[in-house]
C-alpha cells in the first residue's frame, strides 16, 4: 500500500509529545531542526524505529506549541510508524486527527490506505470517497487509490476511481501522464496515445516511460527502445527502465548491448530500492547467449545466494555444468 508521498499526519501523538516539558527559544529551535534531520535520514535508510524516537525528540523541542513545523514533523513520523509495520497504532492516530478537525482532506485518504491494509475494505471505500469529495479534481489521487485498491484485490472499486480519473480536466503534463496511464490500465490505447503524446509534447519523463510500454505491448520494438532511452535522459539510473532496454536488446540478439544495460542496472539496483532478481536472472541468460560460459557460472552462484533458483534455472545451471 502506498501513502503518498509523506503526506501524512500524526497531530494527536504530537500533542501528547508537545505536553513534555521543552526548552524554549533559539537552543530549542535548533535542537528541533536537527532531530528532524537525524529522523528524516533515518527513516529514508528504512531505521524506522530510530526515526519515529528522533521526531519525538524533535517535537518534545516545541514547549506546547503546534505550527506547522511540527505539523511537518509529524508527517514523518506517521509515515515512519506505517512504514514500521504498526498499522493500528497509525489507524488510531487518523481517527483523532479526524475527530479534531474534519475538514483535513490528506487525512482521508491516508487513513483509508491504513484500512485497507488492515482488511478494513468498507470503511477504507468510504474514506477514500470522502477525500476524493473534498479533492475532486487531483487526477494523482484517483489514480493512487487504483493502485492500492487494486493491489488489495478490489479491482471493480479500484477501475471506478480509474474511470473517473480519465474524466478529470487540466492541462499540466502529469495531468495528460495520469490520464495516459488510466486510459492504458483500462484498455484503450488510442486515449492512452493521445494522452499520452500530450504530456511528451511538454517534455514530461514519465510520458516516455509509458509511451515505451505502449509501444511495446504493440510490438513495436524500435520505438519502444525510443522512448526508453527517452526516458533514461531524464533518470539515466532507473534499474526498471535499463532491464527493460535489456530485453529488447536480447529480443534483438544484440547480446552484447544487453549485457551493458542489465549490468547498469544491477548498479542501480540499491540506490533506486530496486529488487535485482529478474536482472540477475537475465544477465545469466545473456551471458550463456555470448557463450561466456565461466561468467555465467558466476552470476549464477550470485543468484543462488539470494534467490531459489525455478524450474528454468535449474535446467541452467545443468547446462552451465557441462560446458
Known amino acids: 500500500m502506498k501513502l503518498k508521498k509523506k503526506t501524512v499526519c500524526c497531530l494527536v501523538p504530537a500533542l501528547v509529545c508537545l505536553c513534555l516539558a521543552g526548552c524554549g527559544g533559539k537552543v530549542a529551535q535548533e535542537n528541533k531542526e536537527a532531530y528532524k534531520t537525524i529522523g528524516i535520514r533515518a527513516l529514508e535508510a528504512g531505521n524506522y524505529e530510530d526515526a519515529v524516537e528522533a521526531f519525538d525528540n524533535a517535537l518534545a523541542q516545541a514547549n506546547g506549541k503546534v505550527t506547522m513545523d511540527e505539523v511537518d514533523i509529524c508527517y514523518y513520523k506517521a509515515r515512519a510508524l506505517f512504514e514500521d509495520g504498526k498499522k493500528e497504532e497509525a489507524l488510531e492516530v487518523y481517527n483523532a486527527l479526524l475527530d479534531l478537525d474534519k475538514n483535513l482532506k490528506d487525512a482521508y485518504f491516508l487513513r483509508g490506505t491504513v484500512e485497507l491494509s488492515l482488511g478494513m475494505g468498507e470503511e477504507a471505500l468510504a474514506d477514500y470517497k470522502e477525500a476524493v469529495r473534498r479533492d475532486s479534481r487531483n487526477i494523482e489521487l484517483y489514480v493512487a487509490m487504483y493502485d492500492n485498491l487494486n493491489e488489495a484485490g478490489r479491482t471493480a472499486e479500484a477501475r471506478e476511481f480509474l474511470q473517473e480519473a480519465t474524466e478529470i480536466p487540466g492541462q499540466k503534463a502529469t495531468d495528460y501522464t495520469l490520464r495516459g496511464r488510466a486510459f492504458m490500465i483500462l484498455g484503450n490505447t488510442e486515449g492512452a496515445r493521445e494522452e499520452l503524446n500530450r504530456a511528451a509534447e511538454k517534455d514530461d519523463p514519465e510520458a516516455f516511460l509509458y509511451l515505451g510500454e505502449l509501444a511495446g505491448l504493440e510490438g513495436n520494438r524500435d520505438s519502444a527502445r525510443e522512448y526508453y532511452s527517452r526516458y533514461l535522459s531524464y ?89
Open 235 to 323: 533518470h539515466e539510473e532507473d534499474a526498471g527502465a535499463l532491464n527493460v532496454l535489456g530485453c529488447l536488446a536480447m529480443e534483438n540478439e544484440d547480446y552484447e548491448q544487453a549485457l551493458g544495460y542489465f549490468e547498469q542496472a544491477l548498479l542501480c539496483c540499491e540506490s533506486s530500492m530496486v529488487d535485482p532478481k529478474e536482472i540477475l536472472r537475465n544477465r545469466i541468460l545473456t551471458l550463456e547467449y555470448l557463450g561466456r560460459f565461466e561468467e555465467a557460472k558466476e552470476a549464477m552462484e550470485e543468484y543462488e545466494s539470494a534467490y531459489e533458483l525455478d524450474e528454468e534455472l535449474l535446467r541452467e545451471a545443468t547446462f552451465l555444468e557441462t560446458r
